[in-house]
């Protein structure tokens, strides 16, 4: 079964200062990852996704993340942050195939606390 | 943009009565989800639904949760005869499901659902 770890449930930064949070899964086949944001008394929404070749991916709100196989890894980051980052972050994945209808598996989350 | 829509937005409910939560995804999506939040816990999958029919479910859907598809656009989730432990923040999701594995699922704003 697949499972998903997020280092750290909560995070603070500093306004302007860069922004990781971390993801690593456990499969021996890389399965499609996502990031998704949710801020306060909304829903998730997806940030960024990586379901092929290109290892680095840019999503919204200047937010990117690499997929590191040998490391298991897809850590999200942003160069800059803003108050307005201020969210929880789930790291997610669902198994690779043909199967449009595979589930997601969620990390623990990732609270993104932005400093003044 | 389409979103997913769900309803209501909280429900409280006393242990042991039947609850309805209600979801209508984007309109031309066909794979369904129901997904859980217990308060600072993951989020859980719960059961997926396609071609009205469940196709995959966790262990958590058990005989007490059932799915449906009333008509061309609400997908509900019932739970027959609730429990404290069913507290938990629901979020409903869709995919189209045509485009292989790794679509995006579009979460909707979630259901607080608290038990007494």
């Known amino acids: 079964a697949q499972s998903v770890t997020q280092l750290g449930s909560h995070v603070s930064v500093s306004e302007g200062a860069l922004v990781l949070l971390r993801c690593n899964y456990s499969?021996?086949?890389?399965?499609?990852l996502f990031w998704y944001v949710q801020y306060p008394n909304q829903g998730l929404q997806l940030l960024l996704k990586?379901?092929?070749?290109?290892?680095l991916v840019k999503g919204i709100n200047g937010f990117e993340a690499e997929f590191k196989k040998s490391e298991t890894s897809f850590h999200l980051t942003k160069p800059s942050a803003h108050m307005s980052d201020a969210a929880e972050y789930f790291c997610?994945?669902?198994?690779?195939?043909?199967?449009?209808?595979?589930?997601?598996?969620f990390g623990g989350g990732t609270r993104l606390m932005v400093k003044p | 943009e389409p979103e997913v829509t769900q309803t209501p937005s909280h429900q409280v409910t006393q242990m042991g009565q039947e609850v309805i939560l209600r979801c209508v995804p984007i309109?031309?999506?066909?794979?369904f989800y129901w997904y859980r939040q217990i308060l600072g816990q993951k989020v859980e999958f719960l059961v997926s639904?396609?071609?009205?029919?469940?196709?995959?479910k966790s262990e958590i859907f058990d005989d007490q949760f059932s799915v449906e598809r009333p008509d061309g656009s609400n997908f509900t989730l019932k739970i027959r005869s609730t429990k404290l432990e069913d507290s938990a923040m629901y979020f409903c999701?869709?995919?189209?499901?045509?485009?292989?594995?790794?679509?995006?699922?579009?979460f909707g704003p979630g259901t607080r659902l608290l038990v007494l």
């Open positions: 997610a994945v669902s198994d690779r195939g043909n199967n449009a209808g595979n589930m997601l598996t």
């Open positions: 499969s021996s086949v890389p399965p499609y």
């Open positions: 990586y379901t092929s070749a290109a290892t």
């Open positions: 309109s031309n999506h066909l794979y």
């Open positions: 639904f396609y071609n009205n029919e469940i196709s995959e």
């Open positions: 999701a869709s995919i189209f499901g045509g485009r292989g594995g790794g679509e995006t699922q579009y």
